[in-house]
């Protein structure tokens, strides 16, 4: 299948402090790119929905101002977590979804980001 | 989207067949049944999806009900390497996002 990858795997910071995480399609376009975080032992929720040269769409209850996400090209999307508090620390996901011939829409994931705010 | 519904954790003996069913009778027409898995700490990972054909690939099978109200998903020859949260999320095909359930926690017993 296609390949995902989020860059850094894993980053601890200081409270206060801004973090950005980088998502990229490695050898397909992506139309669609998707943002979600993971607590400890419960599922992936979905945080946003991006589309390459448009503002992204926020699931109810995420604040954008946040968590700014960037989709510069079809291939790379950025989260940026914004002055950050020990309570997003987290597991950061994203994925890439794409067209194929034959099966249709696809979604693949990337190995996620886990963050730790101190 | 049609809500789905799993058991939360299943074993499965090593080199047996694990056997993970989805209830989803709310389906509609044109919504297929997707299983994806997350290996702890790792992204999710495609397995498989179909509409109401059964489907086989390289990693398992898929069963769908006639009435497309369940599905069961087969991993023919368990290993270790398969113990993972497993989801079944039903998705109409012009749909924009996954969005997870609570999963089946699987657990491949040595």
């Known amino acids: 299948g296609a390949v995902v990858s989020q860059h850094p795997s894993r980053v601890i910071c200081k409270s206060g402090t801004s973090v950005k995480i980088e998502c990229r399609s490695l050898?397909?376009?992506?139309?669609?790119m998707f943002w979600y975080r993971q607590f400890p032992k419960k599922s992936l929720m979905l945080m946003a929905t991006s589309n390459e040269g448009s503002k992204a769409t926020y699931e109810q209850g995420v604040e954008k101002d946040k968590f700014l996400i960037n989709h510069a090209s079809l291939t790379l999307s950025t989260l940026t977590v914004t002055s950050a508090h020990p309570e997003d620390s987290s597991f950061y996901i994203c994925?890439?979804?794409?067209?194929?011939?034959?099966?249709?829409?696809?979604?693949?994931f990337g190995p996620g980001t886990r963050l730790t705010v101190l | 989207d049609a809500k789905t519904t799993q058991p939360p954790s299943m074993d499965c003996a090593e080199g047996r067949a694990a056997n993970l069913p989805c209830n989803h009778s709310t389906i509609s027409g044109n919504e297929y049944v997707y299983w994806y898995r997350q290996i702890h700490s790792q992204g999710p990972q495609y397995i498989i999806h179909g509409l109401k054909n059964n489907e086989t690939n390289e990693m398992a099978s898929l069963i769908i009900t006639e009435d497309r109200k369940s599905s069961t998903l087969i991993l023919p020859h368990a290993t270790l390497r398969d113990t993972a949260v497993y989801y079944c999320i039903v998705l109409g095909q012009g749909a924009q996002k996954l969005v997870f359930g609570q999963g089946t926690r699987l657990t491949i017993n040595p």
């Open positions: 994925s890439a979804r794409v067209l194929l011939a034959g099966t249709g829409n696809e979604q693949f």
């Open positions: 050898d397909f376009q992506a139309t669609t």
